[in-house]
């Protein structure tokens, strides 16, 4: 059975720093494109980070220079570091996967991801 699991989220202050964690079964990391999402209530979800199966990395506006996404194939984990944290950035994160390649145009559209996790609360004030 493919899961993909996310671990990582909590309650920060304003500036402090998270890491997200996306531990896939199932599946080999290394053949997919990951991506995280993030979800306010009321809200579309939105995307946030992207990475390539070949490692290159797509960020939203909003987050360059403070979130850094990446993965180790080895051991099928997908990460989001998170700096410099805003109340903004308060939102369900999720993690996603896709086979295949990305290009930027598509790397952080919600319809081109198959495969989700189920969530990790962020909450910053």
């Known amino acids: 059975e493919v899961q993909l699991v996310e671990s990582g989220g909590g309650s920060v202050q304003a500036g402090g720093s998270l890491r997200l964690s996306c531990a896939a079964s199932?599946?080999?990391?290394?053949?997919?494109?990951n991506a995280w999402f993030r979800q306010v209530p009321g809200k579309e979800r939105e995307g946030v980070a992207a990475?390539?199966?070949?490692?290159?990395?797509f960020y939203a506006d909003s987050v360059k220079g403070r979130f850094t996404i990446s993965k180790d194939n080895s051991d099928n984990t997908l990460y989001l570091q998170m700096n410099s944290l805003k109340s903004e950035d308060t939102a369900m994160y999720y993690c996603?996967?896709?086979?295949?390649?990305?290009?930027?145009?598509?790397?952080?559209?919600?319809?081109?991801?198959?495969?989700w996790g189920r969530g990790t609360q962020v909450t910053v004030s």
């Open positions: 990475i390539d199966s070949d490692g290159k990395t």
């Open positions: 996603a996967a896709r086979p295949g390649r990305m290009t930027a145009i598509h790397a952080l559209v919600e319809d081109e991801y198959v495969l």
């Open positions: 199932g599946l080999t990391y290394s053949h997919y494109c």
